[in-house]
């Protein structure tokens, strides 16, 4: 505690970035780090599972200082641990679940294992301080793609997801194919601005009527024989086009089906959560479509819809709240289930 509020710690170390962050009263960012290994595995296309722990274990201590440093608190102001325990690679995750568990017995403060997704939803409630359940919530990330109903803080109910690509894996693959590069998402949505559309017919994978499933996996085979023919054919790639008609056809779809299950659900507001949710395009699309049927749209800034501390901290507030604890037998869960 320090001046009246309650502060929970939050350590995320799930996939390539190190972060930890201070929160007070789950809702109020008093420091958020991120060290970013972007860079590190550009160079391979993609993240390398050891080198990204490895890199987490040089990083954690001085991420965990500099997030209590930058809150002008001290570790014993701390009341709460909060930690991604997974979904996420198993030898990342390990490093945070180290950490936190080491510093909470250390300290004698309790400890919340943390379930990756939940802080991707959790992240709202930093953005948006009066959030409360019930709401509709469209989980978009690099291993996700999931419409969520949450009914209260500590409860939700997946309604769909995808069936085997996850949106921000599509984005990845397609930005790899048509030479843009890693993390595809931001860079697809960059060139997409300069492109059209309507350019070439991706398919809209909608699946059976009523599903609220996904399924990004036949779009991205699409989009390499529309590749390989245009090869053949000896015509140029117009990457800007290839990129926005892709994005179209993925965000069509997530925006279609995101708006349909708050409707059909009765929640008047759509909760936007995890990397993909701060592409441009998806944001406008599903705010014009939720508008016409009566729906609010809340997105998190970009920085926290990415990979962070703080949400892991929010939801593990919320849970210590409504009476949850977790011992220090805590293990990484790489496969965890929403
Ligand atoms: O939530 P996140 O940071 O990590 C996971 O938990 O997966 O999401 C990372 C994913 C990557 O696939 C990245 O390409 C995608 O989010 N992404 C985007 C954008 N920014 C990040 N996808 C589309 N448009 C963006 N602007
Ligand atoms: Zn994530």
Redesign the pocket.
Known sequence: MKDGKFLTLGIET??DETAASVVADGRFMMSNIISSQIDIHTAYGGVVPEIASRKHLECINDVIERALKEADVSVKDIDLIGVTYGPGLVGALLIGVAAAKAMAYAADIPLIGVN?MHG?IAANYLEHHELEPPFMALVV???HTEIVNVPSYNSCEKLGGTRDDAA??A??KVARVIGLGY????K??KAAKEGNPEAIAFKRVYLEPGSLDFSFSGLKTQALNYLNSEKQAGREINVNDVAASFQEAVVEVIADKAVDAAVRYDQKRIVMA???A???RLRALISAKASARGIDVLKPSPVL???NGAMIASAAYYAYKSGERTDYELDAVPGLEF
């Open positions: 799930s996939c990756h991707h990330s690099g291993g921000g894996e984005f990845d993390p595809g998402g931001p697809i949505d995890g990397g993909v701060s592409n441009s819809c990415t990979d």
